[in-house]
């Protein structure tokens, strides 16, 4: 298995970036797919996640109306399309899979006030980040 996030880079407060993932090793219906982000002395935080097998999509509550995960099973690319972004997203950005799920729900927990949590540690392929910087 091998994943490779690439499109980081400085973008303006309120621009767009869309990050790529390249994967290659694994069927994209049969693994959970995610991005995961984490900034300078914080934790990771699970963005989004996908399942093609079930076509389900999950976005953390501080990203949802913003940022889209979509696939391109042909290209075996996975993307983070961010839009209106802030300075608060700056972060590196990982793409990773769980190939032990055909469904990233699994890989969730609701939180009745915080929304959807996914979980990073499921996740156990994980590519190199790339830094997306925000500046105000």
């Known amino acids: 298995v091998q994943l490779q996030a690439s499109g980081g880079g400085l973008v303006q407060a309120g621009g767009s970036r869309q990050l790529s993932c390249a994967a290659s090793?694994?069927?994209?219906?049969?693994?959970?797919i995610g991005w995961f982000r984490q900034a300078p002395g914080k934790e990771r935080e699970g963005v989004s996640c996908?399942?093609?097998?079930?076509?389900?999509?999950y976005y953390a509550n501080s990203v949802k109306g913003r940022f889209a995960i979509t696939s391109d099973k042909a290209k075996n690319l996975v993307y983070l399309q961010m839009n209106n972004l802030k300075p608060e997203d700056s972060a590196v950005y990982y793409c990773?899979?769980?190939?032990?799920?055909?469904?990233?729900?699994?890989?969730?927990?609701?939180?009745?006030?915080?929304?959807?949590?996914?979980?990073?540690?499921?996740?156990?392929?994980w590519g190199q980040g790339t830094l997306v910087t925000v500046s105000s």
């Open positions: 996908m399942s093609t097998s079930d076509g389900m999509k």
């Open positions: 990773a899979i769980d190939s032990t799920t055909r469904y990233c729900g699994a890989t969730v927990t609701i939180d009745p006030q915080k929304g959807p949590k996914i979980r990073s540690y499921e996740y156990n392929y």
């Open positions: 090793g694994f069927s994209f219906d049969d693994v959970a």
